[in-house]
T-cell receptor, first 108, second 115 residues
Framework: KNEVEQSPQNLTAQEGEFITINCSYS?????LHWLQQHPGGGIVSLFM???GKKKHGRLIATINIQEKHSSLHITASHPRDSAVYIC??????????FGTGTSLTVIP | GAVVSQHPSRVICKSGTSVKIECRSL??????MFWYRQFPKQSLMLMAT?????????EQGVEKDKFLINHASLTLSTLTVTSAHPEDSSFYIC???????????FGPGTRLTVT
C-alpha cells in the first residue's frame, strides 16, 4: 500500500474549467508538497503546507490534517497548466513519500 | 528563487563504464540533498538522502556500492553510477533542502542512457 494516494491518475479538461486533484496520505507528516513536472522533466515545487490553505495565482492548495487529505485546485485552467502534478509528504522523521502523480491535459 | 543545477543534463555511456552526475545548489547552502530516479510515466522514486559531511542514507533496494553518493560540500552532491548497465538508464533528479523552512528545490534532471 502506498503511503500517498492521488486521484485521479489522469485528467483531461477544457480550457477555463476548474480542476481539483486530490491527495490522501497514511503517515504522520511534517509538511505536504505539491509539485509540478512538465514534459521536459523539470520539477517545480508549487506549495509546501502543513495546515490550512495557500494560494498562488490561479492555484490553491488546501490540507486537512485530521482527515489526512489535501487538494490542489486550479481555477480558469489553461493549456500551459498541462503537466504531471505530484503530491509528496515529508514524514515526521523527515523522510519523503511520493504519490504516483496526476497527469493533467488542458485542451484549448 | 533558489536554484539547483545538475550536470550533465544528458549522458550516453557504454555498458560497464561509470558516470558521475553533479547536483549543485547555486544560491543557498544545503545540508541535505535527495537523489531520485524516475522511469517513464512513473513518479519519483527516492534513492538516497545525502547529508553533507556524512554517509548517505540509501532507500531499501538501492545498491549503495552501485550508486555512490558524495556530499562534499554544502552546495555540491554527486551521484556516481558505477559499472552502468542498460537497466540503469533512467532520469535522475536531485533536490536540495533549504533550511530552516525545509523547502525543497529540484534540479532539472539528468537523462542517462546506457548502451
Amino acid at each position: 500500500k502506498n503511503e500517498v494516494e492521488q486521484s485521479p491518475q489522469n485528467l483531461t479538461a477544457q480550457e477555463g474549467e476548474f480542476i481539483t486533484i486530490n491527495c490522501s496520505y497514511s503517515v504522520g507528516i511534517s509538511a505536504l508538497h505539491w509539485l509540478q513536472q512538465h514534459p521536459g522533466g523539470g520539477i517545480v515545487s508549487l506549495f509546501m503546507l502543513s495546515s490550512g490553505k495557500k494560494k498562488h495565482g490561479r492555484l490553491i492548495a488546501t490540507i486537512n490534517i485530521q482527515e489526512k487529505h489535501s487538494s490542489l485546485h486550479i481555477t480558469a485552467s489553461h493549456p500551459r497548466d498541462s503537466a504531471v502534478y505530484i503530491c509528496a509528504v515529508r514524514g515526521t522523521g523527515n523522510q519523503f513519500y511520493f504519490g504516483t502523480g496526476t497527469s493533467l491535459t488542458v485542451i484549448p | 528563487g533558489a536554484v539547483v543545477s545538475q550536470h550533465p543534463s544528458r549522458v550516453i555511456c557504454k555498458s560497464g563504464t561509470s558516470v558521475k552526475i553533479e547536483c549543485r545548489s547555486l544560491d543557498f547552502q544545503a545540508t541535505t540533498m535527495f537523489w531520485y530516479r524516475q522511469f517513464p510515466k512513473q513518479s519519483l522514486m527516492l534513492m538516497a538522502t545525502s547529508n553533507e559531511g556524512s554517509k548517505a542514507t540509501y532507500e531499501q533496494g538501492v545498491e549503495k556500492d552501485k550508486f555512490l553518493i558524495n556530499h562534499a560540500s554544502l552546495t555540491l552532491s554527486t551521484l556516481t553510477v558505477t559499472s552502468a548497465h542498460p537497466e540503469d538508464s533512467s532520469f535522475y533528479i536531485c533536490s536540495a533542502i533549504r533550511s530552516p523552512t525545509y523547502e525543497q528545490y529540484f534540479g532539472p534532471g539528468t537523462r542517462l542512457t546506457v548502451t
